[in-house]
């Protein structure tokens, strides 16, 4: 039994409507309780929060911290971390390296000392979800999960040709609790099927995938009911076709319509907001208006950005032929690692600066969506670490969306032209802390459908962020003056307190195992390794795990 | 009961167990177990058949403490008090133990300032170094098995040191889009000597000692349309001709890839051998896929890569001594800390530095304390001041093992040991050397 009370703090909650109240919160074994009625009750701790601001513990819903591409890219850039102060060792905790691809320790205790206290991994390969969950294994505090990579499955695209949606649902169910994932991902469908079986890429929806005789659009749309029929916590999770290439958002949009209503996330929508001609850099200019239009008049949509902040960072994505792409354009260093049957993966240093007029544009891309999009809760805070920068740019995000003096300067050092091709000038929105709460927790644990994060009422975790309120936002946000992760007082003022470890997240999907014999059939056919040892058990979540419960439909 | 009656009751199958003798890591294996013994395993090759019947339980204490027999509990103590007190120890070895232990090794050596490093110095160490100058085109095995019709080993003789690398990956199998298996592939073969591997490829090449890059580096220029001397023959022992031959068929293949050995990274140009290779399979995605892997040897050095990596942000040779991971090969690899004398003490799993490293450092090992541990005997362990005897891993402990290709493996153990885990030892030591770290800091 462990009682906290958080005492006098000024609260923010937008699930529960809470804007800036000053409000006592209860911790009691680890979750969220009503304030005790009887006069005489004590608590084990007091945490004083007079003047300062309480909100739930951030969520990251789109990030890469663990897994192949995110070791890959460790061992493949020693110079990344050579530069970047590394974490210290402490009688309590581990020690780590940072740059734009932390280590496992680091990760936790870096995520954890900003405020956030639940993240996951976007693009895991099912035949490495076991090297994930051993990543999740040494990385301290954060509750986590990750996505599944389904867009290029042959199974999926076998299923989606025979039209057989039965088995595409049974496969999906399967895979997810053989990985123990929590999501359906699709990255880039059909294109890095395309890749690998030798071609470059397919451009658009209605492009036929060879050999398999499917296309993008029939991906999609199959994909996305299926997590639907699935009942899983978590819509579709889509990185489109084209990523990053001039005249991409005609492709967005036509995914965007191609759902025909069907609830969807669309992730990193930054990096594919692109006007000019398809592969032209001369006519790059931002779409985020007409975008934004069609997701404001579309419910069934959410978003996170993939905000590009200037600096060194790595690009690591599922979609291998962006990873060439890149390569080419940049004339860095490469690694392309693709999965059997499953999955692409590319992997490129890349630094984003201020006086280049693509990536100014790109920052300013990123900025627009936080602005154009009318409702806060259909948008979440993402860097689509460590695509577009680290997670650890988000405080500077925060101070570029509550300070619009701060972003007008920032725009006056980057060329001229990234003015005539974006309306960012224009903006006067500035973000309120209410609205700040809910891009970077409340919103994506609704997106998430995690009903116990992302806010304070009764019965939530007891993750808890303190801040002490500050005109300069970015310290505010950087250095919280206490954090709480389950009731725990894990971070004081930058500092780790104590080191606990967090639960793993995973969907709780059945599936109709009749269709077992047949997936192990072409398995056996097609996979190096034994259909037995595929399936990843409890065993692995060596620190607990919450099976997330999928709607019954 | 009828004798045979007895003998069923022993007897058991276990299926899907995995073999962790080479980086092939196969885990198709049937064992036919008896009592503490395996009498069969089906699927093995002859390593893997050697590695499975010739396991047995041998007399032995669980640890010794100078060469005298100790419980786990005093050798625990020792080995803590070892490294607690050591001002610049080393831990090594890893790539034959499960990453459930290769994970509680860089955590004490992180809590003791320990440099931490693998086997892979000492085989693929360059090929990592490459790695980070310009990246690795790279895929799992499935990948080869079911698309690539052009297979190239370079430096290394796979028939004997990994022998299922043909039949159950990269030549025989018949494969989603190479339905007809061995026939659908070309098979290319460079080496510096004739091996047993030589008789089953297509195209054999005989290089000259020490040319790799000389000709990895000509090929690539031949792939860019650069002119080539004919001279390059008597430099290399390849004509011309034959290397445009290859060229040819590389650009024209549907998926090609290079698997790459010992032989180029650790012979003269090392590292610069394997960037050579892995840029000639780089720049022949202008073409087609093309993709280069090393043939790691140790059954999970690709695990102790893998988790020294996401531990410490780099994959071998760290050195944790001013309280962060900081890495740099030649300075904090083993053999070079050793052979330097600065190692005042050390952890060595599941490896034989005393018998098979440079002569200064086996002399240095000699004159410093430090712990072993390792199923056998070896001469690294008779020269421990602590030597644990520890259960065989895949064979008496589960965990988890990564196959060359960094695809994660479970382990299926066939019997008990009376033996303790290298994992369970590990924490024992790790929990004292904290509780020695702390009281320190209090008095
Ligand atoms: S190839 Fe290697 S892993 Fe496979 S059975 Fe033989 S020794 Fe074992
Ligand atoms: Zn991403």
Redesign the pocket.
Known sequence: MSLVKIANGTVYDPTNNIDGVVQDIWIQDGKIVAPPTATDVRPDRTLDATGLVVMAGGVDMHAHIAGPKVNLARKMRPEDKRLAPPVRRTPNTRSGTVGSVPSTFATGYLYAGMGYTTVFDAAIPPLAARHAHEEFGDTPIIDKGFFLLFGNNHYVLNQIAANEPERLKAFVGWMLHAAKAYAVKVVNPGGIEVWKGGGDNVHSLDESVEHFNVTPRQIITSLTQTAMDLGLPHPVHIHCNNLGLPGNWNTTLATMQALEGRRAHLTHIQFHSYGGGLGEQSQFCSKTTELADYVNAHPNLTVDVGQVLFGETTSMTGDGPLGYYLHKVTGRKWTNADTEMEAGCGIVPITYREKSFVHALQWAIGLEWYLLVNDPWRIAMSTDHPNGGSFLAYPEIIQLLMDRTYRQEVLKRVPPRVLECSVLKDLDREYSLYEIAIITRAAPARMLGLKHKGHLGIGADGDVAIYTPNANKLDMFALPRYVLKGGVVIVEQGEIREELFGRTLYAATSYDDGVLPDIQKWFEEYYTIQFNNYPVDEHYMTNGSTAVACSNR | MSEAAVMDAETRIVKDA?????????DD?ELTVVGKRITKAK???????A?FLNHHIEEHAVATIEGKPATLEEGVERAAQILANARYPIVYGLSDTTCEAQRVAVSIADRVGACVDTTTSVCHGPSGMAFQGVGEVTCTLGEVKNRADLVIFWGGNPAES????WT?YSLMPKGLFVPNGRKGRTAVLVDVRKSKSAAAADIFWQIKPRKDFEVLWALRALVKGVEIDPAIEQETGISLAQMQDLVQRMKSCKFGIIFFGMGLSMTRGKHMNVEAALSLARDLNDYTRFYAKPVRGH?NVTGADNVVAWQTGYPFGVSLGRGYPRFNPGEFTTSDTLARGEADAGLIIASDPAGNFSQPAREHLKKIPYIALDPHESETTRGATVHFCTATYGINTPGTVYRMDDVPIPLRPAFDSPFPSDETVLRAIEKRVRELLRERLTN
């Open positions: 995995t073999c962790t003798f080479c980086g092939c890591v196969c294996m699927n093995a090759c002859v390593l893997g058949k590695w990994h022998p299922r690398h159950r059954g």
